[in-house]
C-alpha cells in the first residue's frame, strides 16, 4: 500500500499521484452540509489506513511473541488484518 494524502478535501491520492479514492460521490440534500463532512471523514480514514493496518499488525506480532493477551481483543485485530488482506 504506502503512504496516502489527502487533495481537495475528499480525494485521496497515493505517494505517486494515483487517485486512490474519491470520497466526493453525490451530496445529499437533506444533511446541512449536503454530506461534506461525512466524505472529508471517509477520505481521512481512507488515508490512514495503511498506518492502522501497520500499527494493528505491529501490535499483533508483539501480543503473538509476548504469548499473553486477551483472546478477545487479540481475534478481533487478527480478523480486522484478514478483512484488509480480503480473506
Partial sequence: PGPRAIHHRVNVRAANE???????????????????AENEANARLIAAAPDLY?????LC?????????????????????EKARGK
Fill in 18 to 36: 494515483r487517485l486512490t479514492a474519491n470520497c466526493g460521490g453525490s451530496t445529499d440534500n437533506r444533511i446541512p452540509d449536503g454530506g461534506l
Fill in 54 to 58: 501497520e500499527a494493528l499488525l505491529n
Fill in 61 to 81: 506480532d508483539w501480543i503473538d511473541h509476548e504469548n499473553n493477551h486477551p483472546a478477545g481483543l487479540y481475534n478481533a485485530g487478527r480478523f480486522a488484518l
